[in-house]
């Protein structure tokens, strides 16, 4: 049984004073529930300050992005280390805005999977197809190469959640419909079995993400396959996330 992970990726957005009101404000409305599991990633800047406001809850604290080195001279990088050590406990890599904003290969992904696994954060590794890729009848030979290089050389999938999130659907309000993410997701879950055998395959969950909303994500929630979702406008506010939350409700 896989359990709903419903993940806020709050990008570059919010101050400290807002990212605290909606940290406070989850974390009422979370309470101590343990049929979902909840997180945030904050900005680097306010990580810090949103994890001391979430002890004690049960809603995980993660970043967005993270630097594939330990240390040394990577001007305007942040290490796993240095996110491990202000109480970070995952990651999200290889978001389709790394990947095509600034260029993220997949190999830089990989290190950084590698990196964040090495220091104990887990790990949210995003893979989607732009539009044109979508239209060309490339979406399966895209998210498969995401993942089949993105996981390279790594053991196993117990730290490992997957977010199908296609570029198209983000920030667009133009969400996959459950057909289509149902495709994916089956998909996605036969090349993590061909990687890493059935009972991985089973046991990790899959997101999807690209304009949920809680008018949408009963029924992406429905489908099979579709384990939780990645949200990101719909993170910022929290009644629009807590909605989101209680997808079942
Ligand atoms: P969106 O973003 O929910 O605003 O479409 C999703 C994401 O990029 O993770």
Do not use: Q, W
């Given at each position: 049984m896989r359990k709903p992970y419903l993940a806020g990726n709050w990008k570059?957005?919010?101050?400290?004073a807002s990212s605290l009101a909606l940290a406070g404000a989850l974390r009422e409305h979370v309470g101590q529930r343990n049929d979902v599991e909840v997180a945030v990633?904050?900005?680097?800047?306010?990580?810090?300050?949103?994890?001391?406001?979430?002890?004690g809850s049960p809603i995980r604290v993660g970043s967005q992005n993270m630097c594939d080195q330990a240390k040394g001279a990577?001007?305007?990088?942040?290490?796993?280390?240095?996110?491990?050590?202000?109480?970070?406990?995952?990651?999200?890599?290889?978001?389709?805005e790394r990947r095509h904003v600034y260029g993220e290969p997949d190999a830089l992904v990989n290190?950084?999977?590698?990196?964040?696994?090495?220091?104990?954060?887990?790990?949210?590794?995003?893979?989607?197809?732009?539009?044109?890729?979508?239209?060309?009848?490339?979406?399966?030979?895209?998210?498969?190469?995401?993942?089949?290089?993105?996981?390279?050389?790594?053991?196993?999938?117990?730290?490992?959640?997957?977010?199908y999130e296609p570029v198209w659907a983000i920030g667009t309000g133009l969400n996959a419909t459950p057909e289509q993410a149902g495709e994916v997701h089956t998909y996605l879950r036969g090349v993590l079995e061909g990687l890493f055998g059935e009972r991985a395959a089973e046991t990790t969950r899959i997101q999807y993400g690209g304009s949920v909303k809680p008018g949408n994500i009963a029924e992406l929630m429905a489908v099979d396959g579709v384990d939780g979702a990645l949200v990101g406008g719909a993170s910022l506010e929290a009644e629009s996330f807590a909605g989101i939350v209680d997808f079942d409700k």
């Open positions: 570059m957005n919010l101050d400290r990633a904050p900005p680097f800047v306010y990580l810090p300050a949103v994890v001391e406001a979430l002890e990577f001007t305007g990088e942040v290490s796993g280390a240095m996110l491990r050590d202000v109480g970070a406990t995952f990651a999200i890599l290889g978001h389709s290190a950084k999977v590698h990196h964040a696994l090495e220091v104990g954060l887990d790990v949210i590794l995003c893979v989607g197809e732009t539009i044109e890729e979508r239209e060309a009848g490339e979406t399966e030979k895209v998210v498969r190469r995401h993942l089949t290089e993105g996981l390279a050389g790594v053991d196993g999938l117990s730290k490992i959640t997957i977010a």
